[in-house]
């Protein structure tokens, strides 16, 4: 037979495998849908049909007023820009200089042979002359050449070097124009001495003997042109509602295709790959938030119910953005992302809503068109109103946040948009935009989306949490009429409670009312709780087994009670989490010694509270004050030094039992609380100063009080025997605490 143990832990798997199944669900849905919302513009496409170079069918006009940057016209400026960079050439080459010296001295040396040749005859060396591969000679020329005498010779070959060597020394660039003006120049350098037939011959070797010494440098010319085009100002254009982009029978041209295409007009065709890409971001974006849900959040009972609201609020907002951004206008800086980061941190907590937050940001800036200006758009002006907003308590704390959205709005928008806008009015529009977004529309989103959670959802809202913290709700009244005593512990565990909350920067609002109405189930049996008794201890008379139910029941009693009068969930959880899975122990320890301390007689599960364990920080400050309040009102300690051993003692018992292992507080966190608590006690008790000769009332109790020390109540008696909390069983207070009244300060 399979033991309770076993049951709860097949249990526990059962749940967990449902938790994990519901994730699975939740993952795919959102993704579908993101899909869907992200990319049903690339189906979904208007009658007009366009084809560049084709005349139109039909006058198009413009359905909206939109502004972007062309890249056809920024390319067509950039391509006029570059044209207007010459052509960048090395420079004059010297060795060009050399090179040519050293083949004319080459071709004369050649050319004194063929004339010093006995053998041939005038024809023969005409020939040899012609012949040259590397100068092409017409015949005339060497007809001259050969007959001149060597003294005219001489005079030639000298004036050609000088007239080579002159015109090298200059550019020559490696272009048609440039080396027939050099070439041009050789007879003007021609000496004025020589003979026609000299000229003539001096002329033609020179000028053929003239060759580019610059040439064109394809690198620093492209560097240059570059650099020209990027010194190009992107072009853009104002498209005005009614204008019309294109004529019918109007060709169709690369500026109309752009402007069709950015007005949304076009025919899109189906691409599967842009598809698919949409799909890969928003399943990463979702599996990060599913993740990070599961790390910190799926162990709530009510995680079912507040993942569908994330789901639906995830869904709405980014379905507003994408209609937002669908038109290719401005008003996507209306997009009210603030008030999403804003309502998850009220509905979640701030960390979720920051991790969010950015992920949703980073996905929208992706799906349009990989804008890093939407992103940071969406995420800083969030980011900056979730970190101030310290008391969702208060509606004006949700204005300052906006009012600080909407000034990180107007920043992002200058930082993106400052230096690329010429037109004043567009510019003060968009900072308009960011003003208008977060301090109305954000803030009056938030405040709209309260309403719709709470009523759709039954989530907790700021305006729930100030209807419930009035004193005169119902219940509470209800609560003072029935169980006075318990009423006036509830006031102070939410004084204690709120200023410890508050030191550690957690919700103290929704931990003040939760304190509240942690203890509303005591109401059905007042008289079996000690701040309800006067003089007459029923439990005297009942068996341990049966005084344990009706402590443990008050549970259970007041999570019935929070359904009918409709209680938030997040107040439930106060109700079912403040004395987690804890062993009422005063009540165990009396089974044990009728048993005559045989453990195994003792069912030790039917005196340990259901739970769970406090799974929130504010349900764990509430746990924490709760058992404080109670020990503090019972054993009245006054000396400062008894306070912090009774904090101590009790806040180190719910560690070491694992009560906070679920609570998301911190050991920095508990240190804080711990002296919170003792603050707050030391006014409460007026803690005496210390004098000289009362050393032994500071000293630690014995493990068994004096009968005139009152003892603990039994529902917050848990774990082993604590020196000064949860020894006695028999003995309780002599004088109940006076209850508060409706509308007392708190």
């Not at 790959?273 to 938030?289: D, K």
Request: some cysteine; aromatic content about 8%.
């Amino acid at each position: 037979m399979s033991t309770p143990e076993q049951n709860n832990l097949a249990g526990s798997r059962i749940q967990q495998v449902a938790h994990q199944f519901r994730l699975w669900i939740f993952t795919i849905s959102l993704t579908l849908l993101f899909t869907l919302v992200f990319s049903f513009n690339l189906v979904l496409g208007s009658t007009i049909s366009v084809a560049l170079g084709e005349p139109a069918e039909q006058d198009i006009l413009a359905p909206y007023s939109t502004s972007y940057v062309s890249e056809v016209n920024t390319k067509k400026a950039q391509d006029q820009a570059m044209a207007t960079v010459p052509d960048i050439y090395t420079g004059t080459d010297l060795s060009v200089l050399r090179t040519q010296i050293n083949q004319t001295q080459a071709l004369f040396n050649y050319i004194d042979v063929v004339r010093a040749d006995v053998l041939a005859d005038e024809l023969t060396k005409i020939r040899y002359l012609v012949a040259i591969e590397v100068l092409p000679m017409p015949e005339e020329i060497a007809t001259q050449i050969i007959g001149l005498s060597n003294t005219e010779w001489n005079t030639v070959k000298a004036d050609v070097l000088n007239i080579v060597d002159d015109v090298l020394r200059n550019e020559i660039r490696d272009n048609p124009a440039s080396l027939e003006a050099a070439r041009s120049s050789v007879r003007t350098r021609v000496s004025i001495n020589l003979s026609p037939q000299q000229e003539a011959v001096v002329t033609f070797l020179a000028s053929d003997l003239i060759v580019p010494n610059s040439f064109f440098d394809e690198a620093a010319t492209n560097a240059r042109r570059e650099e020209v085009a990027d010194a190009v100002e992107p072009q853009r254009v104002t498209i005005t509602q009614g204008q019309r982009i294109v004529r019918v029978g109007e060709i169709v041209t690369a500026e109309h295709m752009e402007m069709l295409s950015k007005l949304g007009l076009l025919q899109p065709q189906v691409s599967w790959p842009e598809v698919g890409r949409i799909f890969t971001a928003s399943l990463l974006a979702v599996s990060l938030i599913t993740l990070y849900w599961q790390r910190f959040w799926l162990l709530r009972p009510d995680a079912t119910q507040y993942l569908f609201v994330l789901g639906v609020l995830l869904f709405v907002f980014v379905l507003v953005a994408k209609l937002m951004v669908l038109p290719r206008g401005q008003i996507i800086f209306l997009f009210p992302a603030a008030a999403l980061a804003m309502l998850l941190t009220t509905i979640f907590d701030v960390r979720f809503s920051l991790f969010t937050t950015v992920v949703i940001a980073g996905l929208l800036g992706y799906t349009n068109q990989q804008s890093l200006e939407i992103a940071v758009y969406c995420a800083v002006g969030p980011l900056f109103a979730v970190l101030t907003l310290r008391d969702a308590g208060r509606i004006i704390a949700f204005f300052r946040a906006g009012m600080l959205a909407a000034l990180t709005n107007m920043v992002v928008v200058l930082l993106f948009r400052y230096f690329q806008y010429t037109d004043t009015v567009e510019l003060v529009q968009l900072l308009a935009f960011g003003l208008v977004n977060g301090l109305l529309i954000s803030t009056g989103v938030t405040l709209g989306g309260f309403y719709i959670a709470g009523g759709l959802f039954g989530t907790l809202t700021i305006l729930q949490l100030q209807e419930l913290s009035r004193l005169d709700h119902p219940l509470l009244k209800e609560l003072l009429r029935r169980a006075p005593g318990t009423y006036h512990h509830s006031i102070m565990v939410a004084n204690l409670a709120e200023q410890a909350a508050e030191r550690i920067q957690a919700n103290s609002t929704l931990v003040r009312v939760g304190a509240f109405y942690h203890d509303i189930g005591k109401m059905n049996r007042p008289p079996f709780f000690t701040e309800n008794q006067e003089g007459v201890n029923p439990h005297d008379a009942l068996s341990p087994q049966v005084s344990a139910r009706i402590i443990i029941s008050h549970v259970s009693d007041g999570m019935e009670m929070a359904r009918k009068y409709r209680l938030p969930n997040r107040i439930q959880d106060f109700i079912a989490e403040h004395h987690g899975n804890r062993l009422v122990y005063v009540f165990y320890m009396n089974a044990l010694e009728q048993a005559g301390g045989n453990e195994e007689a003792v069912d030790k599960s039917r005196f340990r509270y259901r739970g769970p364990r406090p799974r929130s920080r504010e349900t764990g400050i509430v746990a924490l004050a709760d058992s404080v309040d109670a020990a503090a009102t019972a054993l009245r300690p006054n000396t400062e030094e008894e306070i912090v051993r009774l904090v101590s003692k009790l806040v180190d018992d719910h560690l070491k039992d694992g009560q906070l292992d679920n609570s998301g507080l911190t050991l920095g966190d508990i240190k804080q609380l711990k002296a919170s608590f003792v603050e707050t006690l030391k006014g409460r008790f007026h803690v005496r100063v210390r004098y000289p000769g009362n050393e032994e009332l500071m000293e630690e109790p014995a493990a068994t009080p004096p009968a005139a020390l009152p003892a603990p109540r039994p529902e917050i008696a848990a774990g082993p025997p604590a020196p000064l909390a949860v020894s006695v069983t028999n003995v309780r207070p002599a004088v109940t605490p006076t209850p508060a009244v409706p509308g007392e300060p708190t």
